[in-house]
């Protein structure tokens, strides 16, 4: 529940600083990339740029998050096998004649 939350109070972030952005920059400047060059809205240009940060954070973070649960449930299971293996180890002691 909380996480959700979190996410709604990110998004709410994300639309007022867009709002905020749009509203005070009208002016129009050339925008020069490797291929071609474009007129834009300073605002238009700003939030393009922002937006497209914010994903490729997005991206990143997911991916590094995805590689640590993969290893995590390859921890977990290499754990699962070990204790199995110390309660044989333990319950075969203890059953040996003595």
């Known amino acids: ?47 393009i740029l922002f937006g497209f940060g914010l994903l490729l954070g997005w991206f990143i973070t997911g991916f590094f998050y995805l590689k640590l649960k993969l290893k995590n449930m390859g921890l977990a299971r290499k754990v699962k096998r070990l204790s199995a293996q110390v309660t044989e180890l333990t319950s075969s002691r203890d059953k040996a004649p003595q």
């Not at 996410?7 to 002016?27: E, K, P, R, S, Y």
Request: charged share 5%; no cysteine; glycine share 4%.
């Open 1 to 47: 529940m909380i996480k959700y939350i979190f996410g709604f109070i990110i998004l709410l972030a994300v639309v007022l600083v867009a709002i905020t952005i749009g509203a005070n920059n009208d002016q129009v400047i050339t925008f020069n990339y490797i291929v071609a060059q474009s007129e834009l809205q300073l605002s238009s240009l700003v939030a």
